[in-house]
């Protein structure tokens, strides 16, 4: 069931600027504009027009911004005025797309809208048939059905909202895991049922939000069952513990062989900026854009690292730093859970070659500074004056 092309479509301006303590200025989200197109991702949602003035001028500076072809989306709820506003902010863009949302789940009917299954029908009906009324024959428009992700109890009606959405113009079925509770399978699995369901009458589309820390293997694998959307954040940014993260979706993809537009060398240094324009800092451990994900200390991994280094397919290494347009290299360091490796290695570094009886004896020196000094790191400095202190070399 794996569509033949996936669009990765960014909501970065919209979801995750909206959950920033300070969301960002007209000049702030240009440059994230310009940031996403350097992406190359398929698609922008600019923003939610409706919320106030600011946002309004925002999505038309952007959408007038847009390259050709470019699909720009903007959000509104089910609500005649509010799309008539939407599509006035984003009807100049070369490719604009009208996104609405309404929810479906049987929790969120019962106690936030507090209507009838009925009336959620006609509310959606109405909504996406005005909004088809007035974009057009030839643009898309996107529903979204909030709360998806709970939707198990009243899974046979979420079928009818979305063909209701459907019959009335809707060309996209977005599915939200609003707010992650189950496994990823779990979620998967109504995936795949609403798309054998719909079929091919209209794209399937993903919106995975990451409150237990899965929103990227959600995603991912709902590929497998027929998503051909998948929408991402810049930085795992958005509500709560934020968006599927656009690098870790990008990078899994690729890395089992799916073909995407996005200019991968691109990624750091975006995720750079965007981490300067929030002022949040991105962890140390965070996969494709953490500062230590090409550090080894373990002494079997050090082993290995040393023996692959120079491959493509590294030992202990998934991708290459430059082709996320990363400028450093695997690094190896000495601590107290270091190997021989890692004092040969760094010392080769430096063009200093030792037998292996001086490795054997500078290693239980280094070791044994380290275990003294509250299990610290031995500088490779600090190796090197060590090699020079206590043995011989030619």
């Not at 911004?65 to 989306?73: F, L, N, S, V």
């Not at 079928?159 to 459907?166: R, S």
């Not at 360091?333 to 500078?362: D, Y």
Request: net charge negative; charged share 25%; with cysteine.
């Amino acid at each position: 069931m794996k569509p033949k092309t996936i669009h990765i479509q960014d909501v970065t301006l919209r979801d995750g600027n909206q959950a920033l303590k300070r969301p960002w200025t007209l000049n702030e989200k240009i440059e994230v504009f310009d940031l996403l197109v350097s992406l190359n991702v398929d698609g922008i949602e600019v923003g939610f027009p409706f919320s106030n003035e600011s946002e309004f001028y925002t999505c038309q500076v952007l959408s007038k911004r847009a390259p050709k072809g470019k699909p720009i989306a903007a959000l509104s709820r089910a609500n005649e005025k509010e799309i008539a506003v939407t599509w006035e902010a984003i009807q100049q863009a070369d490719s604009p797309r009208m996104h609405i949302v309404y929810p479906v789940s049987d929790f969120s009917i019962k106690h936030v809208l507090k209507i009838t299954e009925k009336e959620v029908i006609q509310k959606i009906k109405s909504s996406v048939s005005f909004a088809r009324s007035i974009v057009g024959p030839n643009h898309q428009i996107q529903f979204s059905g909030e709360h998806f992700g709970d939707a198990i109890q009243n899974f046979e009606f979420t079928k009818l909202a979305f063909m209701t959405a459907i019959e009335a113009g809707a060309n996209i079925i977005n599915l939200p895991n609003t707010v992650e509770r189950y496994r990823p399978m779990v979620f998967v699995n109504m995936v795949k049922e609403i798309k054998e369901s719909i079929g091919d009458k209209a794209m399937i589309s993903i919106h995975t939000h990451n409150d237990l820390g899965m929103a990227t293997a959600t995603s991912v694998e709902s590929v497998y069952v027929g998503a051909e959307q998948i929408e991402v954040a810049l930085n795992g940014l958005g509500e709560r513990a934020g968006n599927t993260n656009l690098y870790e979706t990008v990078i899994a993809l690729h890395q089992n062989g799916e073909s995407l537009n996005i200019q991968f060398d691109r990624i750091y240094p975006t995720a750079k900026r965007i981490s300067e324009l929030t002022g949040i800092p991105i962890g140390e451990k965070t996969p494709i854009i953490g500062e230590d994900i090409f550090s080894h200390r373990s002494g079997i991994h050090q082993d290995g690292v040393t023996k692959t280094m120079n491959q493509s397919k590294g030992a202990y290494r998934t991708f290459s730093p430059e082709f996320v347009g990363r400028f450093d290299k695997e690094t190896i360091s000495f601590t107290n859970q270091s190997g021989h490796k890692a004092i040969e290695f760094l010392l080769r570094q430096k063009g200093i070659e030792v037998s292996k009886e001086e490795i054997h004896h500078l290693f239980s020196v280094a070791k044994s500074i380290s275990s003294k000094e509250n299990n610290r790191e031995i500088t490779e400095t600090e190796l090197v004056e060590l090699s020079r202190s206590i043995l011989t070399y030619q």
